[in-house]
């Protein structure tokens, strides 16, 4: 069969900086060039292309000059004009690093760019990426790349305190959102077939660790209850239900059983105690603590008093139970 040639698609993105601060809605803001979070280096807009090192180094006439060495090829010590003019073809322009971005409320950067996809094993892949407007792309990239950015990637990431403007993105916002569909339907799904009704329980106990609201004594709720929560989380908090799936999530199952059962309990400075053995000051200490090979024997006398409590709940004759106690 004949190797597909890779298809070309137009992909529209138009971001807008937003201010909610009245004091720049119609006074411009001037940006200062930032360091990339990688690799501690100015943003100039040729970053998603080639990896360029920029270094100081002394000017024949005096002073300090500076130069791009690029890290993914055998050119070196190329002034930004040379750069420049080295991939004028495809990435047209440059930003100083020593200039600055005026920001203004209510511009618009055009970050479209055609993405050349080519099928791989009957999956479609992203090979290459030219933006319309190299400019454009440049500048808003340097806006959103600095480590303290005065400038929200999104409306939902704005903080007051934090940022002045943010990006009015309507991509990133149907991205987003359809990521978020993508992942209430999983957890649903595994509540749904790999859950089962028979452990919706130790499903809010899982969950009682990190989100108060969910922290309760699910004895105490009809089953009805019980799953409506189950549900609920699994729109509202996803991510947390998937943890589910993680290998530690029997441990923290285990130590919620334990903490809720009364089989340790808050003492001296309201630290964990089991009798008058220190266990640890907070849930993630008691955690750690009986994953210590030490405490192993206490550990399993933990497990036979739960499965004890377990199997008198379900109703087994008293003889059979006082048995298993002895044994605990």
Do not use: C
């Amino acid at each position: 069969m004949p190797k597909q040639e890779p298809v070309k698609v137009r992909v529209t993105k138009i971001m807008t900086v937003i201010t909610p601060k009245a004091k720049y809605t119609n006074h411009p803001f001037r940006y200062a060039i930032p360091e990339s979070v990688k690799s501690r280096q100015p943003v100039t807009g040729q970053e998603d292309v080639i990896q360029w090192i920029l270094e100081r180094v002394p000017h024949p006439l005096g002073g300090e000059t500076l130069v791009y060495k690029s890290s993914k090829s055998n050119v070196a010590d190329l002034k930004p004009t040379d750069l420049r003019d080295l991939h004028m073809g495809r990435n047209p322009y440059i930003i100083n690093p020593n200039d600055h971005i005026v920001v203004v409320h209510g511009r618009s950067y055009d970050n479209s760019y055609d993405s050349l996809i080519e099928n791989k094993d009957g999956v479609d892949v992203e090979v290459d990426r030219e933006y319309i407007n190299p400019k454009d792309h440049a500048e808003i990239t340097a806006l959103l790349a600095g480590t303290e950015s005065n400038i929200a990637r999104s409306k939902a990431e704005y903080n007051n305190k934090k940022h002045d403007f943010y990006v009015d993105d309507k991509e990133l916002e149907a991205e987003k959102a359809i990521d978020q569909i993508d992942l209430e339907f999983e957890a649903a799904e595994f509540v749904r077939k790999e859950i089962g009704s028979g452990r919706y329980k130790e499903l809010l106990i899982f969950l009682g660790h990190a989100i108060q609201e969910y922290n309760v004594n699910s004895d105490n709720l009809s089953v009805a209850r019980v799953k409506y929560l189950v549900f609920k989380a699994a729109k509202e908090h996803p991510a947390e239900v998937l943890k589910m799936k993680g290998p530690g999530a029997a441990r923290i199952i285990f130590v919620s059983k334990v903490i809720s059962s009364k089989i340790i309990a808050r003492k001296k400075n309201n630290d964990f105690y089991y009798d008058d053995i220190w266990i640890g000051s907070n849930f993630d200490a008691v955690v750690e603590w009986m994953e210590d090979r030490k405490n192993s024997s206490i550990v399993t006398k933990w497990q036979n008093m739960l499965d004890y409590k377990e199997r008198k709940e379900q109703g087994k004759p008293a003889l059979e139970l006082e048995k298993e106690k002895v044994n605990a």
